[in-house]
């Protein structure tokens, strides 16, 4: 057990958290036990243990363990709790609880066995609470994502910039705009945003493409993969689908074609397109009302930095703007295909669609347009990066 407190101790010591996730506040860390899940790469560890340290210090009363620790391959996670319990342990967090076999019972035990005990777990996007129903009445699950542009812009220019909802924008944005512009041209920044500003890891002094490739990799070889359970012959079929898919842009899937050109069938294309999109490799527009195992409407990748490091680069400048509007929205709020001229329908309420420039739009009252190169919005005319300030 000592040997934990020590890891523990070092790691939280040593956690280089620059930008404070607006997540930390939404949780209700009173829960009993609680799952953040989120794609890899995204920072689910650094928040564990910056949590660690914001909220107990060096107190031993919450320690942080990996199930990666060759310990786990002898002993339960259940015994292990009780020795921690025993100890006076108090919060228990799990980085990677995926990697032990039966995890979702072994949690249970632990809750019905130790009340007085709060486990906080990390796990891969592709977790699904309806698929544990041991869990499903007792886990509060959250989802960790990528930086915001507003987490971006602050990272960068020592600003504390706080989010604003999608009605605060629509109704105040000229004067939200106004107010950052005071401190600060978000368009310097955009296009560093869009090319390797969504994963935490551009922090580091590595190539961010690469790093990015191999941690793209590491999302099917492991969250498809692993722990869906598929047979790693099938590995190359996911990795030219998702190509394939990226290569195409942003439009509805030909499932027949791809399965030609894949050597498969329809069905296991739409299923190899569902487990990337819970991956977060890819986002699914439908139109309002429909959902899977239909057709999509339209194929996106889950955010612009993945457009930039698939080879060839191959996109439209529109499905750029398209991608990120999407993935920003993609927190709280149904995106669905959009109808009337516009390119998607939010909430089932608002009509939007995307431009380069001011000169590009064909006013209608009755669609919002997110411009491009925009500071300063008027009326449904809204600056496409402000969007990236709703988390």
């Known amino acids: 057990m000592e040997t934990f407190y020590r890891t523990h101790h070092y790691l939280v010591e040593h956690v280089q958290a620059p930008v404070r996730r607006i997540l930390m506040d939404e949780i209700n860390w009173q829960d009993r036990l609680i799952g953040i899940k989120g794609t890899r790469g995204i920072g689910k ?33 259940s015994d292990f ?11 228990l967090l799990i980085d990677q609880v995926f990697k032990y076999p039966a995890w979702s019972q072994e949690l249970r035990i632990c ?23 041991e869990l499903a009445s007792v886990c509060k699950l959250y989802h960790l994502r990528g930086f915001s542009f507003r987490e971006f812009l602050n990272l960068k220019t020592g600003h504390s910039f706080h989010p604003y909802s999608l009605g605060e ?37 590595r190539n961010y493409s690469e790093n990015l490739l191999k941690t793209m990799n590491m999302m099917i070889e492991v969250d498809i993969l692993l722990i869906k359970q598929i047979e790693l012959k099938y590995l190359s079929k996911i990795k030219k689908l998702l190509y394939l898919l990226a290569v195409d842009g942003t439009v509805a899937p030909n499932v027949s074609q791809l399965a030609k050109e894949i ?57 750029v703007l398209d991608t990120f509007l999407t993935n920003a929205l993609h927190k709280g709020h149904q995106v669905c295909k959009g109808e009337r001229g516009a390119s998607f329908l939010i909430d089932d309420k608002y009509h939007f669609r995307t431009c380069m420039d001011i000169g590009d739009i064909r006013n209608n009252p009755r669609t919002y347009v997110a411009v491009r190169n925009m500071e300063v919005g008027h009326g449904n005319e809204i600056p496409l990066w402000l969007m990236g300030f709703l988390y």
């Open 81 to 91: 709790a009780q020795q921690f319990v025993d100890n006076g342990g108090k919060v």
């Open 263 to 319: 050597q498969t069938s329809r069905a296991t294309i739409m299923n190899y397109i569902k487990y990337l999109s819970e991956a977060r490799l890819i986002n699914m527009i439908y139109p309002s009302g429909e959902s899977f195992p239909k057709k999509p409407a339209k194929l996106m990748m889950h955010n612009t930095n993945l457009m930039y490091a698939i080879y060839p680069i191959k996109f439209e400048k529109q499905d």
């Open 111 to 133: 809750y019905d066995r130790f009340p007085n005990l709060r486990i906080i777990f990390t796990n891969s996007s592709v977790m699904q609470l309806e698929d544990y129903p």
């Open 169 to 205: 924008i629509l109704e105040n944005h000229q004067a939200i705009a106004e107010t950052v512009l005071r401190n600060c041209n978000p368009l310097d920044y955009f296009k560093d945003y869009l090319h390797h500003g969504f994963y935490p890891f551009f922090l580091e002094h």
């Open 45 to 77: 560890t650094t928040f564990l243990l910056q949590y660690a340290k914001e909220k107990f210090g060096s107190d031993r009363s919450c320690l942080y363990i990996n199930m990666n620790n060759f310990y786990f391959a002898n002993h339960t996670l």
